[in-house]
């Protein structure tokens, strides 16, 4: 058992060295998505290596046909974990709205305290730090980094992971593990921390309706002539009924009512819909009206409209009937829906309401993914959870994500392993926008939380 | 009473200088909605007062804040006339589907026979011309001109019409006629003239649904926040019922049906919707379903959407929730129908449907125009008709257009006159597109044809 009472305190008084540290991280410029910023990826790969290593672990740059992994182990027995971060970063335009260079990390005085202002202080070069940093502290306290940890560091998750998947699969046996680590998410507030236990899954197509094979002058052809953006809003309007419930047959199958003790933690934590809504203009949940709107956007499934459009959409007015008309929709998914039925249902419905003369083509952005639950009666994730709890003022939430975090679905698909998703983020930390900051308080109690967690894992 | 006979004859033996003389004409640039075109507008009405004092008229430029026009006297007794046309044409890009400059007019064999090519060729010089060619074989038999007769050639008909009104409404009491000629319109077919006596009305409007003050992310949002596209897509699938009928309240108070006699002429036409919807790759009338295609055209009222738009549009995906969506609705209007009151309907319809949190804006196009219904039981509609039988193989038909000519509207609404809408025009004429032409044969029995209906209508 780890002295976890001497590893905090050599965390507390290591501070100023470790926002050096991460400076040092956040002013190479590893825009992912540009190739001018090729080398300067690679410099961050090879500074997280060269770090790894002083603090006992064997690392190494591990080309890919895109930016490099980093990959660490720290040998050793007990349970075997997997830490995931990226150390990509996001492009910094427009930068005339930055009130200081994106590259040129600086402390200022926030609304909230002490923040990091840098491109990546938050997503992911502050997250993946705090980690760095507990593991620091478990070595000068302990002699050695926590053992039989895997490190892995990306460097493409701001440019769609194109290299993940084959290098999961062909590094599988290396990188599988009894569970995953992830710093990438939230916090619910700066005062309650969370462990992310359910994502929502997404599958999504852009659908066209054609009718004439010219766009028409309505004068001439109004009337007896097909209207393919009549037809498309005859089919969208019968995609939800009046209490906002999908009516796909089937689209409910696999999703699971969220078990009591879970909305009871939920309920704890005084989530406002009048806050939340009204943060964006809005005042009335517009979902499923027998659930809560926290529910609607953690546990409960969606099919929405991303984008729409047909005929003349400029500056005043032109009579004509187009010829054709689409529409992009999303439907995020939960528990155990399944992206192929629910794909298959949807383009069933346009199929059967397409009137004469009228045909559709049907564009899948991908395969879709399903829905992540996590295991949240896994003794570890309880463990977690009283960890971070004795962290912070308040009790740690098992939360849900509206959004999709692929690596999850991949870490479960590829290696097998569930992922316990803690992160320090708020909701005000600008992550792909301009003046991104970390707050200081989410970058110090990050790394000591990192440190009770791993204390708490390694009593398995 | 005219000696129909010798103008008729004289218009056959001119026939090599009318074609000069439609050359020269369309020779000038008249393009009015091009600045750079402004004295090539102004040379065309021009030439019209010299050619128009060469045959007896008292002509002379009349001046407006845009282009001028032309008007011309002829004196004398009799039912008082007022010719309308235009000699302004549409620009002619993309100037590289043309086979020939689009000013220098040739005559070539089409499919149909020789034809006239040209910018203008039919729309409306070639058309406008066929109406002064007869006035000049009545000159040159009688001596004079048709008496009492006003031409008035406008040069803005391409472009809006910006003078129009005003000018009208300044000199009432000079054009004011018993009955308004227009020559603008075209055949049933090559072999059967029409009159068109149904035109369609029109009121349109860019309606905007706004919910959000802001897009937001359809992970973080979908479910609770209202999505525009949604509630768009509920009301525009509300505005027709299973039958294709407008479902507005009120929609269809004014419109009658059509009068029996004029439904059989119709049947003589041969309409075969398998042919017309068959052109632009249709095949089932998609209107009302208990009206002929061409009762849905000529004779009933529309509501068509002719252009939507909202969220992400453009290539690949995101899961956005638009803050707005919008779309551009006409109504085609028939009969009595009010204008006014059916905008009305229509917005109640969306302040009706609109659920909490969303708004709604109306952009109005213009006023909007009632349909037009000309008197087919006064005998000079049928006098007309009768002197275009006459001239053609089949009989000439009242016909319908679905379609709105402003003009018809201002006669009736600032001059109190009825308008006798001739025109010699055929379905592949390509006007306002590359290679317009006039078939030879419309100019040369459409001179004859308003000859012989000139000749009918001094018999009153």
Redesign the interface.
Known sequence: MPDLDAILAQLDSDRDAAIERLFALLRMESVSTDPAYKDECRKAAEWLVEDLKSIGFEASIRDTPGHPMVVAHSGGDGPRLLFYGHYDVQPVDPLNLWSAPPFEPVIAEGAQGPEIRARGATDDKGQLMTFVESCRAWKAVTGAPPPNLTLLFEGEEESGSPSLVPFLEANKEELKADLALVCDTGMWNAETPAISTML?G?V?D?ITVK????D????????????P??V???I???L?DEEGRVTLPGFYDGVADTPPEILAQWKKLGFS?ED??GA?????????SDYS?LE??WA?P?L??????????GA???????AE????I?C?LVGDQDPAKIRKALHQRFKNML???CTVEFES?NGGSPGIVMPVDDPRFEAARRALSDEWPNEAAFAG????IPIVGLFQSILGMNSLLIGFGLDDDRIHSPNEKYSLTSFQKGARSWARVLAALSKD
């Not at 005043?316 to 187009?322: A, C, I, M, N």
């Open positions: 929502r997404m999504s852009t009718a004439a094979d010219r028409l002058h309505s004068g001439m052809f109004g009337g007896p002539a097909a209207n953006i009549r498309l809003a005859k969208l309007a019968s939800h819909h939340f809504l964006v203009g809005l005042s009335t949940p517009a979902g499923e709107t609607q956007i409960r969606t929405e409209f991303n984008g729409v459009s047909g005929g003349y959409t005043g007015f032109k009579t004509v009937l187009p008309a689409f529409v992009k999303s995020r009137p004469p003369d952005r994500c509206g959004g999709s």
